[in-house]
């Protein structure tokens, strides 16, 4: 569109101007990615500058709102940034729970004191957050879970919430400042007796404890809250309705995961470079795999930007992100076993400095928790055959 030719040039302008070299760098590792917070150790100058660049303009969340710390853009300008950044080959300037998860369900549900509290901090990446869904006892059925909040008051006649109970596979709880958390406030109703809250992992009571993969390293904790003190007002929308914030986030969540499938930095590749250029395996056999692998990314990658444009227009369908969710994870879970096919003996390798730690290795295992976390893959095909396809006895 000509009218958005002049918002291209200068957001190209601004980008050559103010992204360090370094951040247009292939992301090697987690390690390259900023998370924020409060505790966060920047990797490098470059780190610091490239954030707080995007974060002065609000372009860490250039679709959100100026008022909450965004970039007001809107949905062709958002689609221009993220292409010119393709471009330069630029990291995302924050890796954020807040944006990608607690963003969106703060601006449809949240109130606006804690809208204009959390959000610009959000943007700026002064909070780290964490999820607080899944339990020993409530995986598939979150619904079920039973960590409690009850209401009670202090001595000088203060309401709060007193949280007791244990959450599961709490990704980098042992590094959030945050959580967004699930928690019972009612009995009467499976779904209706639960709320979403929010605290700080700081708060006297909230306690972790890491838990190992088969990749030999983890984000994933337990969290444990013994009498944890948390303000009345830290609910987000209506008491006992938290279900409707909860199912919202979901989509959001696996939108993100379905993300892993567009994949990108890869042993060497930036994110505009297929697999195969990255890779060039002699087997053909194996190419011919790759090049299939690669027609398959490309159709993901017009899927989501078809389901992005609907989602915004307020047509997609319900069950649109679990549909997603399972593209993206088995096309990611592909891509680490054509990595590994690839790589040959060596790519066995599990400590070795030329493998850096095995890299290879550690994330092909890594990609197995793709199709449990956000909802396993045989939850997502159910939603899709009973809520798209509508077969029979789904």
Known sequence: MADIDPFRTATRDWLD???PPEMRQPIR???DLCWGGR???FQSAAQRQWLEAMGSRGWTVPHWPKDYGGGGLSTAESK??????ARIGARPPLTSFGISMLGPALLKFGSEEQKTHFLPQIA???IRWCQGYSEPGAGSDLAGLQTRAEEVSDDEGGDHWLVNGQKVWTSYADEADWIFCLVR?????KHSGISFILFDM???GVSTRPILLISGSSPFCETFFDDVKVPRDQVVGEVNRGWDVAKYLLGHEREMIAGMGLGGGLSGASSSRTLGAALKPDDPLLRAEIALFDVDTLAFAAMSERFFQMFKAGEAHPASPSMMKYAGTELNKRRHELVMAAGGSEALEWDSERSGGGKKARDWLRTKGNSIEGGTSEIQLNIVAKHILQLPGA
């Open 202 to 204: 700081a708060t006297q």
């Open 124 to 126: 700026r990446g002064e």
């Open 80 to 85: 221009v940034l993220k292409e010119e950044m």
């Open 39 to 41: 505790n966060w150790t």
């Open 185 to 189: 406030t009612s009995t009467e109703s």
């Open 17 to 19: 101007s103010n992204c």
């Open 29 to 31: 590792s987690e390690d």
